[in-house]
């Protein structure tokens, strides 16, 4: 399941960045590398709500919470096997 | 003896004596770290043009917060029936006539002039300016030294790289802690978002909630007397400030004048006797 979707943000990612990428890891930092300027946020956080099937709370993010891929799908995709 | 405060009306005060020397006490103290810092001072106007605001999305971002310079339509007729006739109504209010379109709005933050003074310079080490103003932002209530209409707010501003920045935020912030110890508030640092309108749907709160750009030093667990905003290039992209081709970043670090002597007052009270005396030469 996480290694589908992590599929899709690496596609989703390389389809809308800012830049030319020389090589994306699933550690790469998306926003303090310059691949997705700051007001694309809302974009990616849309996409990830697409891929998880599940809302993002805005209110409760904290900081590094979209950081790089591995962040996100730890964050907003794996979160119901912990619970 | 009195602290030296008049209100004038919800969210617009006058300061004198005491608190109006306390006031420059601090001013110099931050004026003097300015200085270590090399920065240059200035004095901008009191207006903004909405043309360089929109191109930070500022109406967008902050609407709730504009007050608009607006001035009357110059025809004759409409000037001297608005002198005879014009009448405050018991709530305060003047209706006005035809107004012209606004071209300005009353600064609402000190650090917006340094980029509009340098678009599309190139500069080969870091800028730093310092600069005080007036600043107007409407709010939905009032409290007198800590939430004004009208404000004063002492900035200091640098543009450079990305380390350059840091290393200024970084600089100016352990010169905030040096002397707030010696001043003994209850004060601490915290992440921080702007008060952005509709900030669900903005993805610059929603960057700001992610990305610790903005922290604030905030009294007594309620009252954010400064703060230090890490802006990246957002100014630099938008005003074209560049060091070999490469768009600069920039950063400041703000102080609410007013609110500072609010929380010199809750600190030590109301007899200025009690107050802390302070200068340059042990801040």
Known sequence: MSNKIRKKLHAFIIENCESEISSL?????????????????????LFVEEISGKEVDVEGLKPGAFKDIDTIIKNFVETEKKN | MKIGLSKHAPGLCAIYGPLLNLD????????????QFKALEYSFPQFLAVKHLDRLQYFTSFPHLATFAVTLDRDEDELTRFSHEHKVLENGSLELPKIQPSTHVITPAACYHAYV?????????????TTRGICCRCEDHYVSLE??????????????TPDEVHNFLNNAKEKVDRFINKLGL???????????FNPKNNPKYIFQKLEPVKKELVFDNRLAIASTNDHINYFGEAFNLTRNGETLSSGCIAFGMERWLSAIVNTFGEDPNSWPSFNISNA
């Not at chain 2, 001013?27 to 770290?33: E, K, M």
């Open chain 2, 117 to 129: 003074e340098f678009e599309g310079q190139q500069f080969d080490q870091p800028k730093i300016i």
């Open chain 2, 24 to 35: 420059k006490s601090l001013d110099a103290i931050f004026l003097s770290w300015a200085h």
């Open chain 2, 147 to 160: 939430r004004q209409w009208t404000f004063s707010m002492r900035e200091i501003i640098c543009i450079g």
């Open chain 2, 186 to 196: 209850n004060v601490k640092w915290e992440g921080a978002t702007d008060p952005f």
């Open chain 1, 25 to 45: 890891s699933d550690n790469t930092p998306i926003f303090e590398s310059g691949l997705f300027k700051s007001v694309q946020i809302m974009d990616l956080i």
